[in-house]
């Protein structure tokens, strides 16, 4: 099982950015995938869920209206759409499936909200 996540970057408050969860070894389909984030000095938090299946999607308080999960089973990635983001969304981005009892996670991938 790999997950490989990309697209993070600095952008301007407001911006907008897309990442990316390119996973091998499972489908994604079968599996509930989720973006976490950590910030420095915090806890990593849960930031948007994705249900195998039908594709309900979940969302932390902070983010709701603002991110979108989204999921492309031909191409086995999970996306994140980031709009209106605020210089409190910044921190390292981590894809995590939860699979067979283990928990999986990326690399993370660094977002950067700063003018």
């Known amino acids: 099982v790999q997950l490989v996540e990309s697209g993070g970057g600095l952008v301007q408050p407001g911006g907008s950015l897309r990442l990316s969860c390119t996973a091998s070894?499972?489908?994604?389909?079968?599996?509930?995938m989720n973006w976490y984030r950590q910030a420095p000095g915090k806890e990593r938090e849960l930031v948007a869920r994705?249900?195998?299946?039908?594709?309900?999607?979940n969302y932390a308080d902070s983010v709701k209206g603002r991110f979108t999960i989204s999921r492309d089973n031909a191409k086995n990635t999970v996306y994140l759409q980031m709009n209106s983001l605020k210089s409190e969304d910044t921190a390292v981005y981590f894809c995590?499936?939860?699979?067979?009892?283990?928990?999986?996670w990326g690399q993370g991938t660094q977002v950067t909200v700063s003018s």
């Open positions: 995590n499936v939860r699979r067979l009892r283990v928990d999986y």
């Open positions: 994705i249900i195998s299946g039908g594709g309900s999607t």
């Open positions: 070894g499972f489908a994604v389909s079968g599996y509930a």
